[in-house]
């Protein structure tokens, strides 16, 4: 398993960021792979019951960490993330 630095996240072993099959859904949603999202909240002890009922701060930060160390890896750059940072950037 693999942590990051900033916020300790534990990360399923034998997985990779585009298994978690990443997309837009519509124009302010995406949509991912919800197994494996709550793989990750059981391996970090979460509620996944208690995750669903506000994902967006857990979602954002599963996806920040594991994006992160999927690059500081070698991995490609994924088009749907960037796009994400980007809109993030303006919005600060």
């Not at 599963?62 to 303006?90: C, F, I, N, S």
């Amino acid at each position: 398993m693999t942590t990051d630095t900033l916020l300790t996240l534990k990360l399923p072993e034998g997985y990779s960021f585009a298994d978690l099959k990443l997309r837009r859904y519509a124009a302010d949603a995406i949509d991912l792979d919800m197994d494996l999202f709550k793989l990750v909240c059981t391996l970090n002890g979460m509620d996944f019951d208690r995750v669903l009922q506000n994902p967006g701060p857990v979602v954002t930060s599963v996806l920040t960490v594991w994006y992160k160390r999927h690059l500081a890896d070698g991995g490609a750059p994924d088009a749907l993330m960037e796009d994400l940072r980007r809109q993030e950037q303006r919005l600060n």
